[in-house]
């Protein structure tokens, strides 16, 4: 309850001083383990002179390697990583140590003030224990923005792992989709999910405009939608119901397509939200 007091009081005309939504750019996958596609992006955002910029990231071939390193197997549910409880120093130490801060070195090698953190920096996000059979796995709800309305007004970086915490005190791994769509609600923010496909697919394979609720269900329930794009779309929905935006999933192989995207021009797959 408190949380959601604070959040309903936000003003979202205080983002910034900038006359523009800040843009939440949620990364993972391949482009974590490719220092050169992970330059090129940060390059195009070195670009963004009066844009407000926010990197959600995620980091799963890091965290299964570490894993692996540490004795541990990795399981998925629907996509979803299974956390046990033993293996969330792992997977902590992994997302919000080792890949946050090689994306905020990557950065400042170009210049950007990045600032790295996790979900529970600052009091922003508030976390519940999701799905029982996930285990150590959070469900992430917009808490303060006090700290990100600081960095973005001061031209920070922010660059945020996909590390939450209970109210307990104890650490969870959230979902790096779910956690970008709770970064763009504190934040009024326009959301782009970056993948290692340019979109979403139908049965035919080939790459949809734009995606809806009704199109998504059918395409999941054939399978031509599975594994994590399932759990990437589900968020898509979410945060284009909740902002009433649409929501852009397109490849990070392409990150030049951000400025297309920014001028207002179609990128990927657009997911609408239900009218």
């Given amino acids: ?12 005309n205080k983002l910034t001083t900038l006359n523009k939504k800040p843009l939440v750019i949620k990364i993972g996958g391949a482009i974590l383990n490719q220092a050169s596609a992970l330059q090129a992006l940060l390059k195009v955002i070195s670009q963004l002179k009066d844009q407000a910029v926010v990197l959600v990231h995620g980091g799963g071939c890091v965290v299964d390697e570490m894993l692996e390193q540490s004795g541990f197997t990795t399981e998925k549910k629907n996509g979803l990583r299974i956390t046990p409880k033993a293996q969330i120093p792992v997977i902590s130490g992994a997302l919000a140590g080792h890949v946050n801060k090689s994306i905020v070195a990557s950065a400042a090698k ?27 796995v959070g469900k992430p709800s ?6 990100l309305d600081s960095l973005v007004s001061g031209h920070f970086l922010p660059v945020i792992a996909s590390i939450g915490a209970l109210d307990n005190g104890e650490l969870v791994n959230v979902n790096a989709d779910d956690a970008a769509v709770v970064i ?11 993948t290692d496909v340019n979109g979403v697919k ?32 589900n968020a898509a929905l979410k945060a284009a119901n909740q902002l009433r ?6 490849s990070w192989q392409s990150p030049e397509q951000i400025l297309c995207l920014l001028k207002g021009d179609g990128i ?8």
Avoid at 1 to 12: L, P
Avoid at 184 to 194: G, Y
């Fill in 245 to 250: 935006r649409s929501i852009a999933v397109a």
């Fill in 184 to 194: 763009c609600q504190l934040l009024n923010a326009e959301l782009l999910l970056l």
């Fill in 1 to 12: 309850m408190r949380q959601a007091q604070r959040y309903r009081r936000r003003d979202v």
């Fill in 268 to 275: 990927g797959t657009r997911i609408q939200p239900d009218s």
């Fill in 142 to 147: 917009p808490n303060s923005s006090k700290l």
């Fill in 202 to 233: 139908d049965a035919q394979n080939h790459y949809l405009e734009t995606l809806n609720s009704r199109q998504a269900s059918q395409l999941i329930q054939q399978g031509v939608i599975a594994g994590g794009m399932t759990a990437k779309v």
């Fill in 110 to 136: 170009l210049n950007i003030p990045a600032v790295g953190l996790s979900l529970c920096d600052g009091d922003m996000v508030a976390c519940q224990l999701a799905d029982g059979e996930l285990g150590s």
